[in-house]
């Protein structure tokens, strides 16, 4: 098991930037891990992740924006996210997947709005 905690969401005007945070309680290098984001009334989409190999997928939304980090060492996950628009805006989670189970954090809402 692994508990996540996100940070780092907020109001932002158009144009700006935001890092957001994920804190697990565990290791998770190595497993499948990164970020997702839920607009109101729309499904829960990939923005970046890290695949199992540590190769880097984006979202064509997110590509030359927004870029995903790791800090192994403590355990966590970064999104530094540049350039945002108010289409961004949206509840962010933090996921990652264990031998088959998927995790998530409780999220940290993102909104870009003059």
């Known amino acids: 098991q692994v508990q996540l905690v996100e940070s780092g969401g907020g109001l932002v005007q158009p144009g700006g930037s935001l890092r957001l945070s994920c804190a697990a309680s565990?290791?998770?290098?190595?497993?499948?891990r990164g970020w997702y984001r839920q607009a109101p009334g729309k499904e829960r989409e990939l923005v970046a992740i890290?695949?199992?190999?540590?190769?880097?997928n984006y979202a064509d939304s997110a590509k030359d924006r927004f870029t995903i980090t790791t800090d192994n060492f403590v355990n966590r996950v970064y999104l530094q996210m540049n350039s945002l628009k108010p289409e961004d805006t949206a509840v962010y989670y933090c996921?990652?997947?264990?031998?088959?189970?998927?995790?998530w954090g409780q999220g940290t809402q993102v909104t870009v709005s003059s």
């Open positions: 996921n990652v997947e264990i031998r088959g189970q998927s995790y």
């Open positions: 890290f695949t199992t190999g540590g190769k880097t």
């Open positions: 565990r290791s998770i290098l190595g497993f499948k």
